[in-house]
Nanobody, 127 residues
């Protein structure tokens, strides 16, 4: 199984920005739905953003207007640009790949819909 490898996490102050990257070479074709999830201590892992094989995107309400998911096929990389960060964005962030149909499902935010995961990268936002 080809791994997904995240990078770019770190510590920032509220209002700052970070860009997460995920090396996802095998998954950047038209067969997979790609996603970013996050998990805060004591909470369930939740979907943050997805990008479909045709480039369509969707976001959790909590990050709309602040986060942007994108992919660069030439670099085999998935990104999550995070702006205007808030302390409640503090979590471990994971990239994930699932069957393309997931991107067109209302249940895309459920972790069980995705079968391929990275190891995660920590994001900490201080007030």
């Amino acid at each position: 199984q080809v791994p997904l490898v995240e990078s770019g996490g770190g510590s920032v102050q509220a209002g700052g920005s970070l860009r997460l990257s995920c090396a996802a070479s095998r998954y950047l074709d038209r067969s997979y739905c790609l996603a970013w999830f996050r998990q805060a201590p004591g909470k369930e892992r939740e979907g943050v953003a997805i990008i479909s094989p045709n480039g369509g995107t969707a976001y959790a309400d909590s990050v709309k207007g602040r986060f942007t998911i994108s992919q660069d096929n030439a670099k085999n990389t998935l990104y999550l640009q995070m702006n205007t960060l808030k302390p409640e964005d503090t979590a471990m962030y994971y990239c994930a790949a699932g069957e393309f149909q997931v991107c067109y499902s209302a249940s895309w935010r459920l972790k069980d819909r995705f079968g391929n995961w990275g190891q995660g990268t920590q994001v900490t936002v201080s007030s």
